[in-house]
C-alpha cells in the first residue's frame, strides 16, 4: 500500500523553463514532507521540507506547495538548470515518527 | 566535516553468504537509520538506531537481517545467508538528535548483488 505516491516516473523541461513534480499521499496523519533529489551512484540529498501546517516553501530556485485537502504537494523548480537533472523523491513522516516514506521518484530531463 | 560514510560502496555476495554493511554516522549524530532501495522503487525504512540501542525495527525482515549501533565504531546492518532478492541498494542516513522534522542526511549506499 504506497502512501506517498509519485505518478510520474519522468519529466523532461527545456532547461530555463520551469519544471513541476509532483505527489499525492494517502495519510493524513503525515506532519512533514519532504523532497530528496538523488544522482546516480549516490545517496539522496535533502531538498526542502515543509510542515503540515504550512502551504508554501520557498529556498532560492525551488518552491514547495502543499494542498493539505487534496493530500497533494508539488516542487517547483525555477529556472530549471542542467545540474536538475536527476531522480526526485517526494517523501513524508509523522510528527511521532523516526521513518521517512518516500515514493517512487520521478526522474527529471533538463533539456539544452 | 565528512558527510556520512558508508562502506564497502559496492558487495557482491554468492548465495548462502553473509554480508555486513557498514555506516558511520555524521560527526555530531548519534541518530542512525536503515533503508533498502530495491530496483525501479523508493526506499524503504528498515532500522532505526541510537547508540546501543534499537528503537525502531518496523522494517526489517524477521528473518536474516539484524542491526547494531555500538557504542564504538560504526553501525552494522548484517544479511545472514543472502538470496538473490537481497539485491539491493542500502543506504544508512544519521540525524544529529532524532526530533520530529529533523532532516536526516544520507550517505551514498552499499549496492549489493547476490549471484
Known amino acids: 500500500d504506497q502512501q506517498v505516491k509519485q505518478n510520474s516516473p519522468s519529466l523532461s523541461v527545456q532547461e530555463g523553463r520551469i519544471s513541476i513534480l ?23 540529498t535533502f531538498l526542502i521540507s515543509i510542515s503540515s501546517i504550512k502551504d508554501k516553501n520557498e529556498d532560492g530556485r525551488f518552491t514547495v506547495f502543499l494542498n493539505k ?29 523516526d521513518k521517512i516514506i518516500f515514493g517512487k521518484g520521478t526522474r527529471l530531463h533538463i533539456l539544452p | 566535516n565528512a558527510g556520512v560514510m558508508q562502506n564497502p560502496r559496492h558487495l557482491v555476495r554468492r548465495r548462502g553468504q553473509e554480508a ?46 539484524s542491526a547494531e549501533f555500538p557504542k564504538e565504531g560504526p553501525s552494522i546492518l548484517r544479511i545472514q545467508q543472502v538470496v538473490r532478492g537481497d539485491s539491493a541498494a542500502y543506504f544508512c542516513a544519521s540525524s544529529p538528535s532524532g526530533t520530529a522534522g529533523e532532516t536526516q542526511y544520507f550517505g551514498p549506499g552499499t549496492r549489493l548483488l547476490v549471484l
Open chain 1, 69 to 97: 485537502s487534496a493530500k497533494h504537494l508539488s516542487l517547483h523548480i525555477v529556472p530549471s538548470q542542467p545540474g536538475d537533472s536527476a531522480v526526485y523523491f517526494c517523501a513524508a513522516r509523522g510528527n511521532r515518527d
Open chain 2, 20 to 65: 555486513r554493511l557498514r555506516c558511520s554516522p555524521m560527526k555530531g549524530h548519534s541518530h542512525v537509520y536503515w533503508y533498502r532501495q530495491l530496483p525501479e522503487e523508493g526506499l524503504k525504512f528498515m532500522v532505526y538506531l541510537q547508540k546501543e540501542n534499537i528503537i525502531d525495527e518496523s522494517g526489517m525482515p524477521k528473518e536474516r537481517f
Open chain 1, 22 to 44: 509532483n505527489c499525492d499521499y494517502t495519510n493524513s496523519m503525515f506532519d512533514y514532507f519532504l523532497w530528496y533529489k538523488k544522482y546516480p551512484a549516490e545517496g539522496p
